[in-house]
């Protein structure tokens, strides 16, 4: 499955490498499409492959972490 993304980064995270802890943890690959990140926040328009169950799993922990996810399309 293949899809693309919006996430929006609370500033909290601004010292955390989440999308790399996605890419190491999870069997998902990402492309990054556009991307911008200050102290208070940051956003992502990201592409997302993987099994479904791989792509919910990440959701899941970006969700926990409080990033907020907008799906903008989706291909099998």
Not at 18 to 39: G, R, T
Not at 49 to 55: L, Q, S, T
């Amino acid at each position: 499955m293949q899809m693309a993304i919006g996430l929006t980064f609370p500033g909290t995270l601004q010292d955390e490498a989440v999308i790399s802890y996605l890419c190491k943890n999870y069997e998902v690959d990402l492309k990054i499409i556009e991307a911008s990140f200050s102290v208070s926040r940051g956003w992502a328009m990201l592409e997302i492959e993987g099994r479904e169950e791989e792509i919910s799993r990440a959701f899941d922990y970006l969700v926990s972490r409080g990033v907020k996810i907008q799906k903008i399309g989706a291909e099998s």
